[in-house]
């Protein structure tokens, strides 16, 4: 009995132990037994440099979508200062499917969008804007649309003849497909169109995407769905907070064309004060996430603007460096986050997790730096340029809010 279990796994072992290691390696073994992401021809599509900014429809809009509030979105775009500032894409999240046709092609939802995807796409693009659309590597979409399982070319193509250039790839409905496998799948697919499309993987991290994504997509979700809460667990999503401290540990996986997604943001959706969700918009440009609004930008608040406008922040975020920042200190609810940037400088981040007012600072030899640099220093909240300063830096921060401070040399 014991052996004949005992055989296959010293088998399974010596495989496991014979994966490759090095580039030559890859080359040198047979194509049929690597994984998708160790495919010597597989490389990165050169999309997302920067860490994608945009607006996606799920977290304001659910499946409540359709063509009047797309092009109301893109109108916004284009004239709110938001094309300006660097949001770039519209994404159309779940249920804008309509039925297969009869040789399987995807077709929209023509009581949602009665003028059709393509002329949609073409507007978003006549403003100056970029299109992004939604499926599912799965039978079907997380709100029950038809997924591309089996149907991964055939939709790629659907796209790039839509004009799409994001696609957002879910993972409801999947069984037991192997993630890798699926993705590579699809971005194989969307190179083959011939069209630069963004790949958003969105498999939840269940699988590790970090470890074997950035050949495949341009982002993957590092946790399940975010919802406009300040922490903890909520059904099936997550508070803000919760997600930042999913998400903060991989910060090693980040890199120019491949970041870790947080998912998109919350901000101006009601559920937090606006010192909360500069706190949160502040974590997302630390942690190079993906800036992708959820909010209803054709109707915000003057606070709801300068957060998502803040280009200060937003330029910590876009760094070229392309370093995700991370907490470098904790103590209690007080903590310190550091962000190594291009110009050699750093982006300081105090965040007061307590509910009460507190004290946080941060010493030069926290952040890497000889305690007698002296840097310029300004406040990306208060806009505010504070002179030249060595040693440390203190901030008085409001409870659930952030202190953010960019030094230059
Ligand atoms: C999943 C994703 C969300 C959203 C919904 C749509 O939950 O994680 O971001 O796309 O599906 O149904």
Redesign the pocket.
């Known amino acids: 009995m014991l052996r004949r279990f005992a055989r296959p796994l010293a088998a399974a072992l010596l495989l496991q132990m014979t994966v490759p290691a090095t580039a030559q390696e890859v080359l040198d073994t047979d194509p049929n037994t690597l994984a998708p992401s160790q495919d010597p021809k597989r490389t990165a599509n050169g999309l997302a440099q920067t860490p994608p900014m945009g607006w996606?429809s799920?977290n304001k809009f659910?499946?409540n979508v359709n063509e009047d509030v797309i092009r109301r979105t893109a109108d916004a775009m284009a004239s709110n200062g938001m094309k300006a500032a660097g949001y770039e894409y519209i994404v159309i999240?779940?249920?804008w499917h309509g039925a297969r046709d009869a040789n399987g092609f995807i077709t929209e939802d023509r009581q949602r969008f009665p003028g059709g995807l393509k002329a949609l796409g073409d507007y978003i693009h006549a403003k100056g804007l970029k299109f992004g659309i939604?499926s599912?590597a799965g039978t079907k979409?997380?709100?029950g649309r038809p997924g591309s399982q089996g149907h991964e070319y055939q939709d790629a193509l659907q796209y790039a003849r839509w004009g799409v250039d994001y696609l957002?790839y879910?993972?409801?409905s999947t069984g037991v497909r192997n993630a890798e496998e699926a993705y590579a799948t699809m971005a194989d697919a969307l190179r083959a169109t011939g069209r630069p499309i963004l790949f958003s993987l969105?498999e939840?991290g269940h699988s590790r995407p970090w470890l074997w994504g950035a050949k495949i997509g341009n982002m993957w979700?590092t946790t399940?769905?975010i919802t406009d809460k300040w922490e903890g667990k909520h059904g099936?999503s997550w508070g803000v907070a919760s997600i930042v401290d999913m998400n903060e540990p991989l910060w090693p996986f980040a890199g120019l064309g491949h970041w870790n997604d947080p998912?998109?943001l919350e901000v101006g959706n009601g559920g937090l004060s606006d010192t909360e969700y500069r706190a949160h918009f502040s974590l997302w440009a630390m942690m190079a996430a993906p800036l992708i609004a959820g909010n209803d930008v054709a109707a915000m608040t003057p606070a709801t603007r300068d957060i998502l406008l803040n280009r200060d922040v937003i330029a910590v975020d876009q760094d070229p460096l392309g370093v995700q920042g991370h907490r470098v200190a904790r103590d209690g609810p007080r903590e310190v986050w550091v962000k190594p940037m291009a110009d050699g400088g750093r982006a300081l981040l105090f965040w007061n997790r307590g509910e009460t007012p507190a004290r946080i600072g941060a010493d030069w030899t926290q952040l890497g730096l000889p305690a007698t640099t002296r840097l310029r220093a300004r406040d990306l909240w208060m806009h505010k340029d504070l002179g030249r300063l060595s040693r440390r830096y203190e901030a008085e921060v409001a409870p659930h809010g952030v202190a953010m401070i960019r030094l230059q040399p």
């Open positions: 996606n799920w659910a499946c999240d779940d249920c939604y599912d979409t997380c709100g957002k879910d993972w409801c969105c939840w979700r399940g769905d099936y998912d998109m």
